[in-house]
């Protein structure tokens, strides 16, 4: 064999090397996305688990969101003190589920996921939501408010000078 066989086996074997060192990243990358995927609904699924031990360690808190969930209760029902209860209790869990829309926007998980996670039923299906949301609904982005708006089919804000 003379040189240039041997440069083209070199060749050769050095763009093996170059397909087999993408391989590996390809790999570690789709590695790492599970990875964080883990750990980003681990910590959403955490926060919500704290959000529902502090009412369920708060007698009134409790007591509030039964009735809530009940149903018939606006937010104009409540003293004083109850809406503004209620009123963060809902900023809590939208401002939750807000995060994990991004991440649904980034890719980082399925839009079904968002249901699975956060909006099944209960309190977030509560007429209380209704009457919040105008409230509550500014400090939210709009891509975020427009898919709460159409999730739990809440009218949006009314353009300035409509009647």
């Known amino acids: 064999m003379d040189w240039t066989m041997w440069a083209a086996i070199g060749e050769i074997l050095g763009a093996l090397a170059v397909v087999a060192s993408l391989l ?30 502090m009412i369920s360690a708060d007698s009134d808190l409790s ?13 104009a029902d409540l003293p004083d003190g109850d809406k503004m209860r209620a009123g963060y209790m809902y900023y ?17 998980f399925e839009e079904g996921e968002l249901d699975r996670i956060f909006f099944r039923g209960g309190i977030m299906e ?6 919040v949301w105008p409230v509550i609904r500014e400090n939210f982005n709009e891509d975020y408010a427009a898919f709460v708006e159409r999730r739990f089919r809440l009218a949006p804000p009314h353009p300035e000078g409509a009647a």
């Open 24 to 53: 590996f990243v390809g790999v570690q990358l789709k590695q790492q996305a599970r990875v964080a995927r883990a750990e980003s609904l681990a910590a959403t699924q955490f926060r919500i688990a704290e959000l529902a031990m």
């Open 63 to 75: 007591d509030l969101v039964g009735r809530l969930q009940l149903g018939g209760t606006v937010r």
């Open 92 to 108: 809590s869990i939208l401002t939750l589920g807000s995060t994990f829309f991004n991440q649904v926007q980034e890719g980082l």
């Open 126 to 131: 509560a007429p209380y939501l209704k009457s």
